[in-house]
């Protein structure tokens, strides 16, 4: 990988963050964000303020966890985003403490598939026991919840999605917390109906067969 390709993704990954701050999924320093890179992964470092964040606030990390591009210290959940990047379809990893998705994990063990945009992240989505932030039981608890989906809710924490390119990872982030908001207004009124894995079977193959939310001419 070049310098110059360094700098994009290092500039990709602050401008990911200033929108992720400016969607309100991201408040002061409360998250991070990376993007699989040759050798190892683009990270946030610590400390950064979403809304404010340049280039030089993300630093590349090496295999063996080295700093090897930037100046600064990785985010303390850089074994948390190593552990998401077991799956090589992963191209990017999104941490925040979304407020909806908090929420739920106050509530719940998990979120229902309550509706079929959800099938996209995998959709039942777990609510990962707590564990301290940045610790190794955190990292394990979160790769394993996300071998099977592109979402996993940290309990009393946040969230964490991955996708095939920032742009999924970041599109995910916030279809996940829509998702938690519909959940939480339908559970304050009763509760929560369910699609059958028989529905979500027949979306899967009816977005299939349309080539659903793709560009495609007449």
């Known amino acids: 990988m070049t310098a ?23 408040k002061g320093t409360a998250g991070n964000v990376s993007v699989r890179v040759e050798g190892g992964i683009a990270i946030t470092a610590t400390g950064v303020v979403f809304a404010e964040a340049v280039a030089d606030d993300v630093v590349v990390v090496d295999a063996d966890r080295r700093v090897v591009t930037g100046a600064l210290a990785p985010s303390s959940e850089l074994d948390l985003h190593r552990a998401a990047y077991t799956d090589d379809a992963v191209g990017a990893v999104v941490h925040t403490h979304a407020p909806a998705a908090v929420a739920v994990s106050l ?10 945009q959800q099938i996209a992240l995998g959709g039942e989505i777990e609510v990962v026991p707590f564990s301290v932030f940045g610790s190794a039981e955190l990292a394990a608890d979160t790769g394993a919840a996300l071998a099977g989906a592109n979402a996993a809710i940290l309990a ?4 964490v999605t ?22 939480l207004r339908a559970r304050a009124a009763g509760d929560p109906a369910e699609l059958t894995p028989e529905q979500q079977a027949a979306v899967i193959a009816a977005a299939v067969a349309t080539g659903y939310g793709q560009k495609h001419e007449v």
């Open 4 to 26: 110059a390709t360094v700098g994009d993704v290092r500039e990709a990954v602050a401008s990911a963050c200033r929108s992720l701050a400016a969607q309100g999924l991201v």
């Open 107 to 116: 509530v719940s063990d998990r979120l229902p598939c309550v509706h079929y």
């Open 156 to 159: 009393h924490h946040g969230a």
């Open 162 to 183: 991955t996708g095939g390119d920032l742009a999924d990872a970041v599109a995910n982030t916030a279809v996940l917390e829509w998702a938690c908001d519909i959940y």
